[in-house]
């Protein structure tokens, strides 16, 4: 409560928050995902139980498009831009206007289902679409909100082929959201790391390995050596420098002078700059490989995420809108703060998006299974398919869509948007 002291008033900080007022649009952003809460759940409950690999997710893109064409006034796009399972759904207001976007991810992880809630982000990106354009309809707002299907983010790189196909230009996409959950601290400003995937192929010469050896050329001594160098890297390596990979084949058997070998290898870094300097480290141990043993060398690059820039414009206004409906624990008001809770060493190609325009990648917790596992784990699927995840992701939707409101409804946000954009693009 307030303190009168010497003629000064001293606001404690409890009565600074509740003296905050409730974002405008809230309140009907909130009562709207309420009451289309049990028709989302049936829609969430379907992706997660029926777990799908990258560009293979025929029941997440049929229950999507044909919930999305039952809502009044969207036109749906199935199996867009050349993937089955991509696909746009869009809300025209027909007045020109801020075009602001979501991305909604759809494919789960092999074996292990949706262990990386992929459902939840899809639920979060849908709600917050649905309600942006429920708030644009009622108040006749200018512009439209548009939601891509994105085939395919563990390692296949869908949103890159929709970028590459033209699609967000297409609509003259001015922002793009999305959301990721764990079990971390909730945040607006989700920083990620850049990261590029490779397939390495020794190529030898068999012989005998007990009668002739010498007449062999040993591809798996040459992996070995390769993956011993990379662990001996990692002692010079910067903090934020990730170097990962395993066999898939180690040769044929013992008695056979092994003639090929390969791997998957990951290297991660900070940024694209730094990616690039560890790469060629990475790269020196792989031919070092073959120079020892004489075998030939193949490097296959497979995909490559760029790190995700975070607009922080964009992320007050989330924000904003999230502490307001009353999380557990509130995201931090410091900016600095908000990033560093968000920062993960995890990799996706919403970084490339961020590269392309402004972005928002926010992480939110759910609670989760009894070992306390987060993603890419199999505890975590199972949490990822509660009512509780669920709810947090339908919370998620309506930050995201006060977001979206923002950038339909005030002036000059947008640009401030874009100016923030590209200074952190500049400085990349």
């Not at 601290?185 to 010469?205: H, I, N, Q």
Request: proline letters at 5%; one cysteine or more.
């Amino acid at each position: 409560m307030d303190e009168h002291v010497d003629g000064f008033v001293f606001v404690t900080h409890e009565d600074t928050d509740s003296a905050q007022s409730e974002p405008g649009y809230l309140g009907e952003i909130s009562n709207f995902l309420d009451s289309i809460a049990d028709e989302l759940w049936p829609v969430n409950k379907k992706i997660h139980d029926n777990p799908e690999l990258g560009y293979e997710e025929f029941i997440a893109h049929e229950t999507l498009t044909k919930f999305m064409a039952s809502r009044p006034g969207w036109k749906v796009t199935p199996s867009a831009y050349g993937m089955a399972t991509a696909w746009v759904a869009v809300f025209d207001s027909g007045k020109k206007g801020p075009s602001v976007s979501f991305n909604v991810e759809m494919d789960a992880l092999d074996g292990i289902g949706h262990a990386c809630g992929h459902n939840l982000i899809a639920t979060a990106s849908v709600a917050g679409g649905l309600a942006a354009a429920e708030i644009m309809k009622k108040h006749q707002l200018n512009g439209k909100v548009v939601m891509f299907g994105t085939p395919a983010e563990e390692g296949g790189g869908g949103k890159i082929k929709l970028l590459e196909a033209g699609a967000y230009r297409d609509h003259n996409v001015d922002i793009n959201l999305i959301s990721h959950p764990g079990i971390v601290k909730d945040t607006a400003l989700m920083r990620t790391s850049a990261y590029t995937a490779f397939k390495v192929e020794y190529v030898g010469r068999e012989a005998h390995a007990a009668a002739s050896p010498w007449l062999g050329i040993n591809a798996l001594d040459a992996l070995i050596t390769a993956y011993n160098a990379l662990s001996v890297l990692r002692q010079q390596t910067m903090p934020g420098d990730v170097i990962q990979g395993n066999i898939t084949n180690g040769g044929v058997r013992p008695n056979v002078i092994h003639a090929y070998t390969a791997g998957n290898f990951v290297t991660r870094s900070d940024t694209q700059e730094r990616l690039k300097e560890l790469k060629k480290k990475v790269d020196a141990c792989f031919e070092a490989g073959a120079t020892a043993t004489g075998a030939t060398l193949k490097m296959t690059p497979v995909m490559s995420y760029a790190d995700h820039v975070p607009n922080r414009v964009l992320g007050a206004s989330y924000r904003k809108y999230f502490n307001a409906l009353s999380p557990p624990e509130p995201i931090p008001g410091n900016d600095d703060m908000d990033e560093i809770e968000g920062r993960t060493m995890a990799s996706t190609d919403q970084g490339d998006i961020s590269y392309a325009m402004p972005s928002l990648s926010a992480g939110f917790a759910i609670p989760p299974g009894p070992g306390g596992n987060g993603p890419h784990n199999p505890e975590f699927a199972e949490a990822a398919g509660t009512r509780v995840a669920f709810e947090r992701a339908l919370r998620v939707g309506k930050a995201l869509a006060g977001t979206a409101v923002d950038v339909l409804t005030e002036n000059g946000l947008l640009t401030e948007v874009k100016r923030e954009w590209e200074r952190d693009v500049k400085r990349k």
